[in-house]
């Protein structure tokens, strides 16, 4: 079930069969290997697991990660008093994270 576009907060929101779990699915879409942008603050990342795809027009790439994963490998920066926080494409665009949908679904607890 997808939400509304530009909608803050969780993307799409997935149940299993029986209606009785599901899990909140961030995504994150760009037209190149650029760094994400996650806003003034890391407490608002929330979610289950998130989805950065790049590449979107042409060849998407899909990596899938964890939210505590997304918190710790986030690069802050300072300009002119304002803080801003981006996961760098070298933090994403790994092994580790690339079509990695196995992720999804096997009780991953946040931290």
Request: no cysteine; net charge neutral; glycine share 6%.
């Given at each position: 079930?997808?939400?509304?576009?530009?909608?803050?907060g969780?993307?799409?929101?997935?149940?299993?069969?029986?209606?009785?779990e599901f899990?909140?699915v961030?995504?994150?879409?760009l037209?190149k290997?650029n760094p994400?942008?996650?806003?003034?603050s890391?407490?608002?990342i929330?979610?289950?697991?998130?989805?950065?795809?790049?590449?979107?027009?042409?060849?998407?790439?899909?990596?899938?990660?964890y939210?505590?994963?997304?918190?710790?490998?986030?690069?802050?920066?300072?300009?002119?008093?304002?803080?801003?926080?981006?996961?760098?494409?070298?933090?994403?665009?790994?092994?580790?994270?690339?079509?990695a949908?196995h992720?999804?679904?096997?009780g991953?607890?946040q931290?």
């Amino acid at each position: 079930m997808p939400t509304a576009r530009n909608a803050r907060g969780i993307d799409i929101i997935a149940y299993n069969k029986s209606g009785t779990e599901f899990i909140g699915v961030q995504v994150k879409a760009l037209t190149k290997r650029n760094p994400v942008p996650l806003g003034n603050s890391l407490e608002k990342i929330m979610g289950d697991f998130w989805l950065i795809i790049n590449n979107v027009s042409k060849e998407p790439n899909v990596f899938v990660m964890y939210p505590d994963e997304i918190k710790n490998l986030a690069h802050m920066s300072e300009k002119n008093d304002v803080i801003s926080y981006w996961l760098q494409p070298n933090m994403y665009d790994t092994v580790e994270f690339k079509n990695a949908w196995h992720r999804i679904g096997h009780g991953h607890e946040q931290t």
